[in-house]
T-cell receptor, first 110, second 117 residues
């Protein structure tokens, strides 16, 4: 599983866009990039997954540059309920040993 | 559709006692996992299973045992609980190869909070 680096914490205000960048310099050819969100006292939940370029769903967008050595999760117009820890994972289908780092704690203020 | 269900949600043990956490999933997922999460930390993999009857060690397996006798259930056992095992335990499951994603996408349970005194 490729090692990832992401900021420990980020602060934002309601209505702003939040961008969290994850570095994964050793990403392998078959690796995908997956982001999870965890609210306090809950298990993580899948947000988005991508391989290259841009992926968008109803929750977020994921931007992946051509060299794939980093990725950026974009949360548009955040609300207080988006306060959570966000984890970036890199791996392929056969990566069973999926461990989560400390993640990025995003705090949204009114 | 319940997803991943963990039992019990809370438990307090004394040092040396034993207990079993039960994880059940109704999504017909092949893979199942047990994680622990300590305050302010990420999730660390304890054990995982890639199919019925198979288990393997994760990052922090010491002090824990697991069994996967049925595809839908994954049990985590503590034979002799220690205060260092005070944590929140999460179970997760995911598709086998042949699922829609290129990489494993995990579905988590709500967690089981264990305190060892």
């Amino acid at each position: 599983l490729a090692k990832t680096t992401q900021p420990i914490s980020m602060d934002s205000y309601e209505g702003q866009e939040v961008n969290i960048t994850c570095s994964h310099n050793n990403i392998a050819t078959n690796d995908y990039i997956t982001w999870y969100q965890q609210f306090p006292s809950q298990g993580p939940r899948f947000i988005i997954q991508g391989y290259k370029t841009k992926v968008t769903n109803e929750v977020a967008s994921l931007f992946i540059p051509a060299d794939r050595k980093s990725s950026t999760l974009s949360l548009p117009r955040v609300s207080l309920s988006d306060t959570a820890v966000y984890y970036c994972l890199v791996g392929d289908l056969n990566d069973y040993k999926l461990s989560f780092g400390a993640g990025t704690t995003v705090t949204v203020r009114a | 559709n319940a997803g991943v269900t963990q039992t019990p949600k809370f438990r307090v043990l004394k040092t040396g006692q034993s207990m079993t956490l039960l994880c059940a999933q109704d999504m017909n997922h092949e893979y199942m996992y047990w994680y622990r999460q300590d305050p302010g930390m990420g999730l660390r993999l304890i054990h995982y299973s890639v199919g019925e009857g198979t288990t393997a060690k994760g990052e922090v397996p010491d002090g824990y045992n697991v069994s996967r006798l049925k595809k839908q259930n994954f049990l985590l056992g503590l034979e002799s609980a220690a205060p260092s095992q005070t944590s929140v335990y999460f179970c997760a499951s995911s598709y086998s190869s042949g699922g829609p994603s290129g990489a494993n996408v995990l579905t988590f349970g709500a967690g089981s909070r264990l305190t060892v005194l």
